[in-house]
């Protein structure tokens, strides 16, 4: 398992704990911090979880409202815990990270949906994250890593 599908498999299953316990305010840190001891005590790169974390507090209400708009038939209340927090997560990374591809973000969301969700887990996730990709590419809204990328293959 990579460093960063790591990093993305811990804030999971910080952000998991944090909101089946109800979000209790200054607990978050803790989730991370025995999540890390518990599951991946070698692990390097705790900026990139903290980055992760952090990202998605920061925009938790813009996140949740994409989600919202996304899977209308869902209320957020109703969607699964474990589908609710990949989807934040991919969410974060789709839209508001300019540092990750956003088929990155998609792929590394639907494989963490398929690996802690249910049957139907990785398709509701790539349903959800591939309409907002849609979107954004036909409003015009790609990230600019995303425009970079065809550059890059061409000069290999």
């Known amino acids: 398992m990579s460093n960063r599908h790591l990093a993305r498999t811990l804030a999971m299953q910080s952000f998991y704990e944090w909101d089946f316990q109800g979000k209790p305010k200054g607990k978050l840190p803790e ?60 969410v974060y990374e789709l839209v508001f990270s300019e540092t990750i591809p956003s088929k990155v973000a998609i792929n590394e969301a639907i494989e963490l949906a398929k690996t802690f969700g249910g049957e139907s887990s990785g398709k509701f996730v790539n349903g959800v994250l591939g309409a907002i990709y849609r979107d954004r590419v036909s409003e015009g809204k790609l990230k600019k890593i995303d425009s970079e990328e065809p550059k890059k293959k061409e000069e290999s």
């Open 31 to 90: 989730f991370i911090e025995y999540n890390i001891r518990e599951f991946a005590p070698k692990f390097d790169d705790r900026g990139f979880v903290k980055e992760l974390i952090d990202g998605i507090v920061g925009r938790l209400p813009e996140i949740d409202a994409l989600i919202v708009r996304y899977a209308p038939e869902w209320p957020l209340e109703q969607i699964t815990v474990v589908d609710r927090n990949v989807l934040r997560l991919g």
